[in-house]
T-cell receptor
Framework: NAGVMQNPRHLVRRRGQEARLRCSPM?????VYWYRQLPEEGLKFMVY????????ESGMPKERFSAEFPKEGPSILRIQQVVRGDSAAYFC????????????FGSGTQLSVL | DAKTTQPPSMDCAEGRAANLPCNHS???????VYWYRQIHSQGPQYIIH???NNETNEMASLIITEDRKSSTLILPHATLRDTAVYYC??????????????FGTGTQLKVEL
């Protein structure tokens, strides 16, 4: 059973471009969480999604950031018009249902904005 | 979710037990204590969790004080691969908010020869 898969592992973008980060949860998991880790800082919650629904986006910046988890395919975290301050590691986690104690994390996408 | 306090760093000799403390003096009766760790540049990894009773699994033991205001994660025989940041997180499980975790700054454990 493959773990949480994130791609790309590293992503380089120039200021103003768009970044798309993908997350395929573990098989059978329908709950996805995105976290961001800025350099030398802790992990910060961004958004919690279930299939086709955003449940909690309290940690998402109000502009330029969006997330989706369609009925088919991976969850996507999209950052429009990236700025240098968006450079960070973005981690995705999944769980099979609400109430499950564990979150399973992917290896992350390191976004670098030039 | 209750706030936790952990020492910023600890050292441990390889082969010895690593005891990582966590204070959560404002914990509520229905809040669990979770431990995760993050090895450099990797995603966090679940270690163990508990409510009241002490817990043990293949990775570690969790000792929760009787008043539940603090806990200790024990790695019985630390190895170099246990060098990581260890996060103690307190939260209520399954209450409609999903399994959102609030990470603090954790404890940087360095295991040395």
């Amino acid at each position: 059973n493959a773990g949480v898969m994130q791609n790309p592992r590293h992503l380089v973008r120039r200021r103003g471009q768009e970044a798309r980060l993908r997350c395929s949860p573990m098989k059978g998991h329908s709950h996805v969480y995105w976290y961001r880790q800025l350099p030398e800082e802790g992990l910060k919650f961004m958004v919690y999604l279930q299939k086709e629904n955003i449940i909690d986006e309290s940690g998402m910046p109000k502009e330029r950031f969006s997330a989706e988890f369609p009925k088919e395919g991976p969850s996507i975290l999209r950052i429009q018009q990236v700025v240098r301050g968006d450079s960070a590691a973005y981690f995705c986690a999944s769980s099979p249902f609400e109430g499950e104690e564990k979150l399973f994390f992917g290896s992350g996408t390191q976004l670098s904005v030039l | 979710d209750a706030k936790t306090t952990q020492p910023p760093s600890m050292d441990c000799a390889e082969g010895r037990a690593a005891n990582l403390p966590c204070n959560h003096s404002t914990i509520s009766g229905n809040e669990y204590v979770y431990w995760y760790r993050q090895i450099h540049s990797q995603g966090p990894q679940y270690i163990i969790h508990g409510l009241k009773n002490n817990e043990t699994n293949e990775m570690a033991s969790l000792i929760i004080t009787e008043d539940r205001k603090s806990s200790t994660l024990i790695l019985p025989h630390a190895t170099l691969r246990d060098t990581a940041v260890y996060y103690c997180i307190v939260r209520v499980a399954g209450t409609g908010g999903g399994n959102k975790l609030t990470f603090g700054t954790g404890t940087q454990l360095k295991v040395e020869l």
